[in-house]
Structure formats: C-alpha cells, structure tokens
C-alpha cells in the first residue's frame, strides 16, 4: 500500500513541475512580447522608425531649422558638393551611407551636429545649402 501511495504522489510531483514549467514558459514569452510590441526591446525598431509628425516639427538647432529644412540642406550638398553621391557625404560627415540614407528618406531624425557639419563643409566649398 505504501508504494501505492508514492507512486501516487511521484506522479503529482511530475505534474506539478510540468506545470510549472508550462506556466514560466508562457509568462516569459508574454513578457517578451508585450515588450517586442511597445518598442520596448527592439533595438532596430526604435531607430528605423519613422518619426512622427511631433518630432519633424522640433527644431534641429538653435537657428530653428525644421527636420524638412535640414533634410534639403544635406540633400543640396550632397547634390552641389558630393557628385549626388551618399557614400561621399557619409565620409564628409564622418557617419554611415545607411545613416546619410536614412536622414534622406525621413527614417531617423537628423540632429544638430550633422547640421552644423554640413553648414561648415559647404561654407568651405563655397556651396549654397540655404
């Protein structure tokens, strides 16, 4: 009777630890989702995003140069300065073609920084960007 009684009780110990296997599982992955979906953890999402019409709207520097303007700035320069050329830009400013490229098709805000480069090259070369 007795080994009736811890067969019975291994098979409730096996149960119980499946379940809680099951339960830890689905409660990770519910994590993982819920954070996959809020932006939360997608490192590539949150920077390819397309920004919203609140941050094309912020000014880039202090001269107040909207996300617009300063998109045809380095499309000018690019244009005037760089043979039309991406790769030759993102060498001027010291950033990546996949960046350059991105700021061109309004997926990542263009910041102060690249602005002012982008000013300062072109006064250099004797471009007209504005």
């Known amino acids: 009777m007795t080994d009736n009684i811890e067969e ?14 099951v339960a830890g599982g689905i409660s990770v992955g519910a994590t993982l989702l819920f954070l996959f979906a809020s932006g939360r953890l997608g490192g590539v999402r949150a920077k390819v995003s397309t920004p919203g019409k609140r941050l094309r709207n912020q000014p880039v520097d ?11 700035i380095l499309r000018k320069l690019r244009d005037r300065g760089f043979e039309a050329s991406y790769e030759k830009l993102a060498l001027a400013l010291g950033r990546p073609t996949a960046e350059v ?7 990542e805000v263009i910041d102060d920084d690249v602005v002012m480069k982008a000013r300062g090259i072109a006064l250099q070369r004797g471009i007209v960007v504005e």
């Open 101 to 107: 490229e991105a700021w061109d098709g309004g997926l």
């Open 62 to 72: 202090d001269r107040g140069t909207s996300q617009d303007e300063a998109t045809q």
């Open 8 to 21: 019975i009780n291994g098979d409730k110990t096996r149960s119980t630890r499946w379940l809680t296997v």
